[in-house]
């Protein structure tokens, strides 16, 4: 059974940094592109990031560009989400998935998600 679990959520000050970790089990993911993605209630999930199998592939939302870096760590089935200088408008759930497609952007390529993290910025 294939599961993703994050980690890494919580209530910070605008400014502040998180650290958001999700790990994939339950196959290989050889190949996956691993993704992230936040949603605000009654808004639609938005990309944030995503990084290739390799790693040399790395795609940003712009409104995160320069302040959150995504990264793997292929031997542990695992992805990072860095956040920096982080702001209220920052605050969602956040998701990470996983796509076989080798595409990165829409929410409907990725084929497995995790159930979410809450990340809340204070102002």
């Known amino acids: 059974q294939v599961q993703l679990v994050e980690s890494g959520g919580g209530l910070v000050q605008a400014g502040g940094s998180l650290r958001l970790s999700c790990a994939a089990s339950g196959r290989s993911f050889r190949g996956y592109v691993m993704g992230w993605f936040r949603q605000t209630p009654g808004k639609e999930r938005d990309f944030v990031a995503a990084i290739s199998w390799s790693g040399s592939n790395l795609y940003y939302a712009d409104s995160v560009k320069g302040r959150f870096t995504i990264s793997r760590e292929n031997a542990k089935n695992t992805a990072y989400l860095q956040m920096n200088s982080l702001k209220p408008e920052d605050t969602a759930v956040y998701y990470c998935?996983?796509?076989?497609?080798?595409?990165?952007?829409?929410?409907?390529?990725?084929?497995?998600w995790g159930q979410g993290t809450q990340v809340t910025v204070s102002s």
């Open positions: 998935a996983v796509n076989g497609r080798g595409t990165y952007y829409y929410a409907y390529e990725y084929d497995y």
